[in-house]
T-cell receptor, first 115, second 115 residues
Framework: DAGVIQSPRHEVTEMGQEVTLRCKPI?????LFWYRQTMMRGLELLIY????????DSGMPEDRFSAKMPNASFSTLKIQPSEPRDSAVYFCASSLTGQGEVGAFFGQGTRLTVV | AQTVTQSQPEMSVQEAETVTLSCTYD???????LFWYKQPPSRQMILVIR??????QNATENRFSVNFQKAAKSFSLKISDSQLGDAAMYFC????????????FGQGTRLTINP
C-alpha cells in the first residue's frame, strides 16, 4: 500500500481565498483523522471520522473550517475564507479498528501558508 | 479529557550519549496505549515505540526504551548511544484501547544531536 496520501504538499494562498486539502487513507482503514501542527500548539486533532461518519469535530477552530468524507477512500478539509493564522502543517492519518496498538499512519502533511 | 504534556520544548545531547525525554499524561482510563513518534525534517511521523498500559514491563526497541510509571502517569523515552539521525521532533501520544480511537499528542520536544 502507498500509505496515506495527501495533496498538495505545499499550498500558498492569499487571505480570503478558499483552500481545500485532500487525503486518501490507507485502503481498508475505517478511521480517518485531521490534525493541525503549529509551533505554538503542537499537534491538534481537528476532526475524525469512523466509517465515513464524523465522530468528533470539537477541535475544528471555527465555522470557516469544514471537513467531509464522501467515501472510504477520500476526505477533504476546507477553509473558507482563509486567514494568515491558519498557516500550519495539516496532517491526515488513518487507522484500523482492532489495531490500536500500532497508532495511526500519517500522510506527509500539507504545509499551508496564507499571506 | 485526556491530556498529554511534554515539559521540555528543546533538548540537546552529545553524539553517543544518552538522553531522556519526559512525558506526563492525565486520564481516568485504566486501559490505554502510549506512543512516542519521531518527526524528522521531512515531516514524516514515524512510530518509535509503544507501551500498553496493562503491561508492567517497559518497552524496548533497540536503542530506544521507555520508563513507564502508571501510578505517576509518566512515560519517558530514553535514547541510548545517540546518533545524528536521531535529531528530530519527538511527540508523546496517548490512545484509549476501548472507545474513541483518536490519538492525543503532547506539544513535542525538539532534540538536537551535537557531533
Amino acid at each position: 500500500d502507498a500509505g496515506v496520501i495527501q495533496s498538495p504538499r505545499h499550498e500558498v494562498t492569499e487571505m480570503g481565498q478558499e483552500v481545500t486539502l485532500r487525503c486518501k487513507p490507507i485502503s481498508g482503514h475505517d478511521y480517518l483523522f485531521w490534525y493541525r501542527q503549529t509551533m505554538m500548539r503542537g499537534l491538534e486533532l481537528l476532526i475524525y471520522f469512523n466509517n465515513n461518519v464524523p465522530i468528533d469535530d470539537s477541535g475544528m477552530p471555527e465555522d470557516r473550517f469544514s471537513a467531509k468524507m464522501p467515501n472510504a477512500s477520500f476526505s477533504t478539509l476546507k477553509i473558507q475564507p482563509s486567514e494568515p493564522r491558519d498557516s500550519a502543517v495539516y496532517f491526515c492519518a488513518s487507522s484500523l479498528t482492532g489495531q490500536g496498538e500500532v497508532g495511526a499512519f500519517f500522510g506527509q502533511g500539507t504545509r499551508l501558508t496564507v499571506v | 479529557a485526556q491530556t498529554v504534556t511534554q515539559s521540555q520544548p528543546e533538548m540537546s545531547v552529545q553524539e553517543a550519549e544518552t538522553v531522556t525525554l519526559s512525558c506526563t499524561y492525565d486520564t481516568s482510563e485504566s486501559d490505554y496505549y502510549l506512543f512516542w513518534y519521531k518527526q524528522p525534517p521531512s515531516r514524516q511521523m514515524i512510530l518509535v515505540i509503544r507501551q500498553e498500559a496493562y503491561k508492567q514491563q517497559n518497552a524496548t526497541e533497540n536503542r530506544f526504551s521507555v520508563n513507564f510509571q502508571k501510578a505517576a502517569k509518566s512515560f519517558s523515552l530514553k535514547i541510548s548511544d545517540s546518533q545524528l539521525g536521531d535529531a528530530a521532533m519527538y511527540f508523546c501520544a496517548y490512545r484509549v484501547i476501548q472507545g474513541a480511537q483518536k490519538l492525543v499528542f503532547g506539544q513535542g520536544t525538539r532534540l538536537t544531536i551535537n557531533p
